[in-house]
């Protein structure tokens, strides 16, 4: 199994960047995925990172290394919208994926 | 075109009632999921099936069945509800695949068990 870990809360000013720090611990790793959820919300897919390095998806970017078990997800340009819970969650073998316990961002104007 | 839909949204259940949470896609996806959501704890992973008439048993099996007759359906029966079984639960789906296998997440439903 799987041991996650992210912070449980930041808090940023609009315009801002912040980045979420996940590391996790796992016996076989098949890929890393974070997704965004809104309060009352269902969980919506950000990024996928399976090999070492950066993905970048517009204001979005993850970066993943293998060998440290970490991973982070990178927001640029806040937006007031981005105020949500970003969930980092890992994929050991076949489809089902292990969560952490998110990361609430709270950004201000 | 729906996605994936659950019922009820929501529920208020006495103790030791038998309830059953529905699952629904219409997307042709191979594997589907059942989460429970409880605060500080995030999604944890119940049941799932990696294709149709085939289920196996997530992180919190206890007091949970499925079964998947078919490609869309996958329905979450709780025989005998206890309170500790509060929470919201989520469906969710994907293609069954390696690579980039996004899961897609239904709206939930919140389960209250008094």
């Known amino acids: 199994g799987q041991n996650i870990d992210q912070p449980t809360e930041m808090t940023a000013t609009e315009g801002a960047i912040v980045q979420i720090n996940c590391t996790y611990q796992?016996?076989?790793?098949?890929?890393l995925f974070w997704y965004q959820q809104h309060a009352g919300e269902a969980p919506t897919f950000l990024s996928y990172?399976?090999?070492?390095g950066l993905e970048e998806k517009g204001r979005f970017s993850s970066f993943l290394s293998r060998s440290k078990g970490y991973s982070y997800l990178l927001l640029k340009e806040l937006q007031m919208k981005d105020s949500a819970s970003y969930l980092c969650a890992v994929r050991e073998g076949d489809y089902k994926l292990s969560f952490g316990a998110g990361t609430t961002v709270t950004v201000r104007a | 075109i729906a996605g994936i839909t659950q019922a009820p949204t929501s529920q208020i259940l006495a103790a030791g009632r038998r309830m059953t949470l529905r699952c629904t896609q219409d997307m042709r996806h191979n594997a589907m999921y059942w989460y429970r959501q409880d605060l500080g704890l995030g999604l944890r992973l119940i049941h799932y099936?990696?294709?149709?008439?085939?289920?196996g048993k997530g992180e919190v099996p206890d007091g949970y069945s499925v079964s998947r007759a078919n490609t869309d359906d996958f329905p979450l029966t709780l025989a005998s509800a206890v309170p500790s079984q509060t929470s919201v639960y989520f469906c969710a789906s994907s293609e069954g695949r390696q690579g980039s296998d996004e899961q897609f997440f239904g709206p939930g439903t919140r389960l209250t068990v008094l």
């Open positions: 796992t016996s076989g790793f098949n890929g």
């Open positions: 099936s990696n294709t149709a008439g085939t289920t």
């Open positions: 990172n399976v090999l070492d």
